[in-house]
């Protein structure tokens, strides 16, 4: 047993010591550590010291993090670099010849099943089972951004700029001759030459785009409503002035006409009175 056993110092004696206090029974040894688990302990602290020092410090080594970004950027580089040299060549004639090829089409349609068709349906008409789909239709002659193969392969590359058609870049996620195979896929279903329709996207109009046409036009309609509306103003004031003088000159105006009517009626009761002063006329002579 320990000589101080307050003091926390352990016995040097061999064997198997147990400290006399007990709590909830649970027993302490009076020895020290193993000598293999300090060394361990006093190992790897040493080694938190160092490896600190090198990797936060001085920066000698590189995390997981770093790695992905370097390798992001190096893809990023490459893609760029293949879209350049792709589109030094690519052209509408070249997109169009590709549309003409079963192998260019056949991949092309694979990628747009995977990636195209749950916003243009597999048959590019827009519409699925339930109703139309978030995407405009690819089949038909009326087109957002231009239907020449290179405008479609520019709006597959850059997505819809100016819109929230919910069309991404898709330059991002497919490379550029993934690219050039989807355009080819879809201009197989168009013939060279034919009309063009340039229409507005269906998004452009709906509460909350970026477009700026539907703002305008209110301001544009209030503008003239302002300047009609004195004008039936000044029309409704001669309309009540003339009402009541009209009708209220001839009610006067017949009122005297019954007096009129009344004051020869007593003119003729005088008569007799010259009557009075003079000989009472002459009776009628028989005949």
């Given at each position: 047993?320990?000589?101080?056993?307050?003091?926390?110092?352990?016995?040097?004696?061999?064997?198997?010591?147990?400290?006399?206090?007990?709590?909830?029974?649970?027993?302490?040894?009076?020895?020290?550590?193993?000598?293999?688990?300090?060394?361990?302990?006093?190992?790897?602290?040493?080694?938190?010291?160092?490896?600190?020092?090198?990797?936060?410090?001085?920066?000698?080594?590189?995390?997981?993090?770093?790695?992905?970004?370097?390798?992001?950027?190096?893809?990023?580089?490459?893609?760029?670099?293949?879209?350049?040299?792709?589109?030094?060549?690519?052209?509408?004639?070249?997109?169009?010849?590709?549309?003409?090829?079963?192998?260019?089409?056949?991949?092309?349609?694979?990628?747009?099943?995977?990636?195209?068709?749950?916003?243009?349906?597999?048959?590019?008409?827009?519409?699925?089972?339930?109703?139309?789909?978030?995407?405009?239709?690819?089949?038909?002659?009326?087109?957002?951004?231009?239907?020449?193969?290179?405008?479609?392969?520019?709006?597959?590359?850059?997505?819809s700029p100016n819109l929230a058609s919910g069309m991404i870049p898709w330059k991002t996620q497919m490379s550029p001759t993934d690219i050039a195979k989807v355009a080819a896929f879809v201009m197989n279903h168009h013939e060279k030459g034919e009309e063009i329709i340039k229409v507005e996207s269906k998004f452009a109009n709906?509460?909350?785009?970026?477009?700026?046409?539907?703002?305008?036009?209110?301001?544009?309609?209030?503008?003239?409503?302002?300047?009609?509306?004195?004008?039936?103003?000044?029309?409704?004031?001669?309309?009540?002035?003339?009402?009541?003088?009209?009708?209220?000159?001839?009610?006067?105006?017949?009122?005297?006409?019954?007096?009129?009517?009344?004051?020869?009626?007593?003119?003729?009761?005088?008569?007799?009175?010259?009557?009075?002063?003079?000989?009472?006329?002459?009776?009628?002579?028989?005949?």
């Amino acid at each position: 047993m320990s000589d101080h056993p307050s003091k926390g110092k352990p016995t040097d004696q061999p064997g198997v010591v147990l400290r006399e206090h007990v709590y909830d029974g649970i027993e302490e040894y009076d020895q020290k550590l193993p000598n293999w688990w300090l060394f361990t302990l006093y190992i790897t602290i040493v080694f938190f010291v160092i490896y600190w020092f090198l990797y936060y410090q001085m920066g000698w080594f590189r995390s997981d993090y770093d790695r992905i970004d370097t390798k992001i950027a190096a893809i990023d580089q490459k893609r760029d670099e293949q879209l350049e040299k792709i589109l030094a060549t690519l052209d509408n004639d070249s997109l169009w010849a590709m549309s003409q090829d079963p192998d260019q089409v056949k991949a092309g349609h694979e990628i747009f099943s995977g990636k195209c068709s749950p916003c243009h349906a597999e048959d590019l008409s827009a519409t699925g089972p339930a109703g139309p789909l978030p995407g405009v239709p690819l089949n038909d002659k009326e087109w957002i951004h231009g239907g020449e193969p290179m405008n479609v392969f520019n709006t597959i590359t850059n997505g819809s700029p100016n819109l929230a058609s919910g069309m991404i870049p898709w330059k991002t996620q497919m490379s550029p001759t993934d690219i050039a195979k989807v355009a080819a896929f879809v201009m197989n279903h168009h013939e060279k030459g034919e009309e063009i329709i340039k229409v507005e996207s269906k998004f452009a109009n709906m509460p909350g785009m970026p477009a700026a046409a539907p703002v305008a036009a209110p301001a544009a309609d209030q503008t003239p409503a302002p300047a009609a509306t004195p004008k039936p103003e000044a029309n409704a004031t001669p309309a009540p002035a003339a009402a009541p003088a009209a009708d209220q000159t001839p009610a006067p105006a017949a009122t005297p006409k019954p007096a009129a009517d009344a004051t020869p009626a007593p003119a003729k009761a005088p008569a007799p009175a010259p009557a009075e002063g003079a000989a009472p006329p002459a009776p009628p002579k028989k005949p």
